[in-house]
T-cell receptor
Framework: QQQVKQSPQSLIVQKGGISIINCAYE??????FPWYQQFPGKGPALLIA?????SEKKEGRFTISFNKSAKQFSLHIMDSQPGDSATYFC?????????FGKGTSLLVTP | DTGVSQDPRHKITKRGQNVTFRCDPI?????LYWYRQTLGQGPEFLTY????????KSRLLSDRFSAERPKGSFSTLEIQRTEQGDSAMYLC????????????FGPGTRLLVL
């Protein structure tokens, strides 16, 4: 079964807007939560990651918010740009295997 | 470029044929992972190595699949008697020798089984 549930499946945002993608998990053994960005025909590239001892991490325009009690985490892309158009995957790790969500296809319109 | 590399990038084969893919990890990384990604889905874990030892295998890895990492450097993934359901992107990743370390992915090998 899907260990990490991701929503929405697709998202359209205007240039300059905020893109928000949400993920939820059940396994409390997960202790590392990365977000990956993937362009068509390419492998996933790490965007930003968080561990459960912090509630928020920001790197440039990208922010992860983490709610340990709710077992939810989200990615916020501020000032979204057309170049951000890609598929975004959340994931969770408890030792070796990354458990990925199904992905969110983001389109940023000019 | 010192990232993860995979070869070939694309492979078309006929059902029943055997195929082999190669992955070269980032040089100082001890852990190497194989994932499979089908269209519209996230990558799914297949197996991983710590140095030359294969430590975990997913239930997705049927007996037609075999992976090796003979000298703890590059790895190969072989699929015997390919089936149309094997068509997917096969991704390799590597990481340092700690649980929870960032996994860096290669560009993948796109397999199409006719």
């Amino acid at each position: 079964q899907q260990q990490v549930k991701q929503s929405p499946q697709s998202l359209i945002v205007q240039k300059g807007g905020i893109s928000i993608i949400n993920c939820a998990y059940e396994n409390t053994a997960f202790d590392y939560f990365p977000w990956y960005q993937q362009f068509p025909g390419k492998g996933p590239a790490l965007l930003i990651a968080i561990r459960p001892d912090v509630s928020e991490k920001k790197e440039g325009r990208f922010t992860i918010s983490f709610n340990k009690s709710a077992k939810q985490f989200s990615l916020h892309i501020m000032d979204s740009q057309p170049g951000d158009s890609a598929t975004y995957f959340c994931a969770a790790n408890s030792g070796y295997a990354l458990n990925f969500g199904k992905g969110t296809s983001l389109l940023v319109t000019p | 470029d010192t990232g993860v590399s995979q070869d070939p990038r694309h492979k078309i084969t006929k059902r029943g044929q055997n195929v082999t893919f190669r992955c070269d990890p980032i040089s100082e990384h001890n852990r190497l992972y194989w994932y499979r990604q089908t269209l519209g889905q996230g990558p799914e874990f297949l197996t991983y190595f710590q140095n030359e030892a294969q430590l975990e295998k997913s239930r997705l890895l049927s007996d037609r699949f075999s992976a090796e990492r003979p000298k703890g450097s590059f790895s190969t993934l072989e699929i015997q008697r390919t089936e149309q359901g094997d068509s997917a992107m096969y991704l390799c990743a590597s990481s340092l020798n700690h649980a929870g370390e960032t996994q860096y992915f290669g560009p993948g090998t796109r397999l199409l089984v006719l």
